[in-house]
């Protein structure tokens, strides 16, 4: 590995103390002169027929700027992955949730007063509010163009899956289901629009891929791509959930409208009805052994709800189908995937992106498989686990791997062996593992990898570009410490900027795990050409070899003579009077060695680097109220190179509290085509009066093709938690827990049934 000085150093965020100090401007606290205000009418029905609006008397009020539908929209159809969307419903409302209209006004309150206005007239339609129900023979159609409600379907087999299964000495059989749940970011979804007077229009929008979402919007508004810019602020949180989204389009019709700049945020109910939740699943899964314990095959099929307009949903439900087979060393898989409209709120990405909902399953099935073959959940994991140096059933090709490490050291840190040889009435420890991967080749087809721009300017302050989002993950410091790194000089002598789709390099943004090693490899490509430049310089200055030149601390000197050095300043300088004012200006980008999948075989190679990890839970279940108390969570991921350590351990700890959430009290409750508990006080999320002490473990294997070393954590760090604590429940209470989430009601039944059948 090489000699490293910054990185693999735990740091505090660069931008840590203005957060900590409120000086943070967050994307709702833009303010423009003359911006309005816009509020968006939604649909109180889950399926309607629109038959005539009326926005007279909303114009008419005092304050109000603009009153659009989608009469005042390009009527143009688009999508992230579907051309099912519009800026407004169109002949129905297919959600509750729906948009409608929306207004432009000098205030929030002018703008709330001027929804109550408007009036619609609708005639309710049939509606289905479950994906097993939008497919069955005669359901009412959510979209005239897809017959049966299906959406999208996903198929990949290899190996002989039917042939693997019957000569298996134990097979398990199952059904799962994964319910909807909100990401609880908080801050809610929204934008601020200006449109200048040759019609370009700016868009401050905290977003995950600012990029990106620019094709979608260009087309949407009858645009051209230049006519679109994004600035990302900072924002408060995504995971996942902030793409596309019609809340900016709102802002963008609004601006144009009244050539004024249109604020745009959702209330939190608006957030909770309208936004992009997880993908609810029903997933069946066949899997099967052999007397050692090790895997002889897999099927599974998976049914995925992806609401009233695809988003990425489609996309989820086939990572679903296949991504977790890069886990063990599988040989004979095959699966399904069917992705169903219902006139639901639109689903989408969250923290896993349909990993979450897989490993859940597989790794339950697992602990069964165990449990029949009276093997050491620990043991099977071990004895199935890919290795470094191996490819996939589907061709991932895994470099470094830590897996095996991984389960070694959390089973010791948890005391696994002692605790499992142990009966211990209603307390319990559950395992579960995971892998990942650290950017998506099937997701973007125009390229892969990641850019970046560095530039040193005569002061030898250094400026990082990038083009990816940072939503509060710390992305910002890593790419800050890769760039001190590779540049020789204090943390604090770099800046990375907000990224301005004018300036800033293209990039795919915040998804698949992918900005430490995309957007990092594009920061070190930019920081190694601004050091030749630079080292150039100092050569000439020393009179030396520029291959011999090295940069510490912030000083050039030549190797093996350190005590002869030039600051690191002075030679910026230097280059920048020669270059009569020039900056020094790194460029620089990544192409990893990704491959896209072939469409048929779903054969190739679509991350540079994958991780792993491995999780343990242990739980106390309350034997009159059913409750489930988690008491101790040790985290072990395999991370590659840990670029700031700190930071890591944070993304662990939080992607623990997602997934304990999930499994033990969130849920979106739909009733009657409507969201239930739409606010915080009925939506349950975790407090740290919940959460368990968390202990994690990193574990370093270098990764080639990684930024120093590193791979990335983000959505590892919750895929294995839902099935280390219901494997917990299993062992403490012998009950097989199926469904999320796990309700003291519903665990305190399936007790009480278990505890009779022992006693007949």
Request: aromatic share 8%; net charge negative; glycine share 10%.
């Amino acid at each position: 590995m090489p000699k490293i000085q910054i990185v693999g150093r735990s740091y505090p965020q660069i931008d840590g103390m203005e957060k900590a100090t409120g000086r943070t401007r967050f994307a709702s606290d833009i303010k423009l002169a003359g911006m309005l205000h816009a509020r968006v009418l939604r649909s109180p029905y889950p399926h309607a027929r629109i038959l005539n609006i009326d926005t007279s008397r909303a114009k008419a009020l005092p304050g109000v700027k603009a009153v659009v539908t989608y009469a005042d929209t390009p009527g143009i159809k688009f999508g992230p992955r579907s051309d099912d969307w519009t800026i407004f419903a169109d002949d129905k409302v297919r959600f509750c949730g729906d948009e409608v209209a929306a207004v432009a006004a000098v205030d929030e309150d002018t703008a709330e007063e001027a929804l109550e206005l408007i009036r619609v007239e609708y005639e309710e339609l049939p509606f289905v509010e479950s994906p097993l129900e939008a497919l069955k023979p005669g359901a009412p159609l959510v979209h005239e163009d897809h017959p049966g409600n299906v959406a999208a379907e996903f198929k990949v087999e290899a190996g002989d899956v039917d042939r693997a299964l019957a000569n298996s000495h134990v097979v398990c059989e199952e059904s799962f289901y994964t319910n909807q749940t909100y990401q609880a970011y908080l801050e809610p979804m929204g934008a601020v629009a200006d449109v200048d007077l040759a019609g370009r229009i700016t868009l401050y929008a905290g977003n995950q891929i600012p990029s990106m979402i620019r094709v979608p919007y260009a087309k949407a508004l009858g645009l051209t791509l230049d006519q679109v810019r994004v600035v990302l602020p900072d924002y408060g949180g995504g995971f996942g959930a902030k793409m596309e989204t019609n809340t900016h389009l709102v802002a963008m019709l609004l601006a144009q409208k009244t050539g004024r700049p249109v604020r745009h945020f959702n209330t939190r109910h608006d957030d909770f009805i309208a936004g992009n939740p997880r993908v609810p699943m029903y997933i069946d899964i066949k899997l099967g052994a052999d007397k050692e314990g090790v895997i002889t095959g897999k099927e599974v099929k998976v049914i995925g709800d992806a609401g009233a307009r695809i988003v990425y949903s489609q996309i989820i439900v086939a990572t679903a189908c296949y991504r977790v087979d890069s886990l063990y060393r599988f040989k004979n898989v095959r699966a399904k995937g069917i992705t169903a409209y219902t006139n639901t709120v639109p689903t989408s990405c969250f923290r896993g992106f349909g990993n979450t909902q897989a490993t859940f399953v597989l790794e339950s099935a697992m602990d069964i498989l165990a449990h029949k073959l009276g093997m050491d959940p620990a043991e099977m994991r071990v004895k199935n686990s890919i290795g470094p140096d191996s490819v996939s059933v589907h061709g991932w090709k895994i470099n470094s791997c830590g897996l095996k490490e991984c389960v070694e050291e959390a089973t010791k840190m948890s005391g696994w062996a002692e605790k499992k040889a142990k009966k211990r009435p209603l307390k319990g420890i559950g395992l579960s593992c995971c892998n990942h991967v650290s950017g998506n080749r099937a997701f973007a087809r125009e390229f892969d990898g990641g850019a970046g721009i560095v530039r040193i300017g005569r002061d030898g302050r250094i400026s990082v570009y990038h083009g990816e989002s940072d939503m509060g993950q710390g992305q910002k410091t890593v790419y800050a410490q890769i760039a001190a790194e590779t540049l020789g000089v204090p943390l604090d002598w770099v800046s990375v900027m907000q990224v301005d789709t004018d300036i800033s390099p293209w990039g795919f943004g915040s998804f698949a795990t992918r900005g430490t090693l995309m957007g990092g490899n594009g920061v070190l490509a930019a920081s190694k050409d601004a050091f030749i430049k630079l080292a150039q310089v100092a050569a000439d200055m020393m009179e030396s070899n520029v291959d011999d030149v090295v940069c510490e601390g912030g000083r050039f000197y030549v190797k093996g003579s350190p005590d002869k050095s030039l600051d690191f300043k002075e030679v910026a300088l230097n280059a920048t009077d020669s270059n009569h004012g020039s900056p020094v200006m790194g460029t620089g980008f990544y192409d990893p060695p990704t491959v896209l999948p072939d469409p048929k075989t779903k054969q190739g190679n679509i991350s540079p680097a994958y991780p792993f990890g491995c999780q343990i839970a242990e739980v106390e279940v309350d034997p009159t109220t059913g409750k489930v108390t988690v008491t101790n969570f040790v985290a072990a991921h395999d991370v590659g190179r840990a670029i700031n350590p700190m930071a890591l351990e944070g993304q662990i700890q939080g992607g623990v509290a997602q997934g304990l959430g999930w499994t033990l009290m969130e849920n979106m409750v739909t009733n009657k085509g409507k969201v239930a508990n739409a606010n915080f006080l009925d939506y349950l999320i975790p407090t740290a009066l919940d959460m368990p002490p968390v202990e994690p473990k990193l574990i370093e294997p270098y990764e080639p093709n990684g930024p120093y070393g590193a791979k990335g954590i983000g959505e590892p760090a919750i895929n294995p938690t839902m099935s280390a604590i219901t494997n917990a429940i299993y062992d403490a209470t012998g009950v097989r827990i199926t469904e999320l989430p796990v309700s003291p009601e519903k665990l305190l039944a399936e007790m009480e049934k278990l505890k009779g059948s022992h006693e007949g």
